[in-house]
């Protein structure tokens, strides 16, 4: 089974345990896309945990794998979905078209 409580992923792909990592500072500044993707990835990843399919040892083939899958579905929401600041609005007619 796999133990989330002691799981760090670090850079290098590989599994360290807390204990191994406390003494170290890490630091992040995502944009908000990368925000919106790593909520949507750790959603996904947390549903192949409940479903029992991560342990020890294919965890970090999970975090990429859930991952890819979030950025796949923001691809498509952009796909489908427009922004107001993706429309551009013509002042003499007031019609609007994508940019």
Same mark, same amino acid.
């Given at each position: +089974?796999?133990?989330i409580?002691?799981?760090?992923?670090?850079? /290098?792909g590989?599994?360290?345990?807390?204990?191994?990592? +406390?003494?170290?500072?890490?630091?992040?500044?995502?944009?908000? /896309?990368?925000?919106?993707?790593?909520?949507?990835?750790?959603?996904?990843?947390?549903?192949? @945990?409940?479903?029992?399919?991560?342990?020890?040892?294919?965890?970090?083939?999970?975090?990429?794998?859930?991952?890819? @899958?979030?950025?796949?579905?923001?691809?498509?929401?952009?796909?489908?979905?427009? /922004?107001?600041?993706?429309?551009?609005?013509?002042? /003499?007619?007031?019609?609007?078209? @994508?940019?």
């Amino acid at each position: +089974m796999f133990d989330i409580q002691s799981f760090v992923p670090l850079q /290098s792909g590989n599994i360290h345990r807390q204990e191994q990592c +406390m003494s170290e500072e890490n630091y992040l500044s995502l944009q908000p /896309s990368e925000s919106v993707i790593a909520n949507m990835a750790s959603r996904i990843f947390s549903a192949y @945990l409940q479903k029992g399919e991560v342990n020890d040892t294919n965890a970090d083939e999970y975090i990429k794998k859930s991952t890819q @899958l979030a950025i796949r579905m923001a691809n498509y929401a952009d796909t489908v979905c427009k /922004s107001d600041g993706e429309w551009m609005i013509e002042k /003499s007619t007031g019609a609007a078209s @994508l940019l």
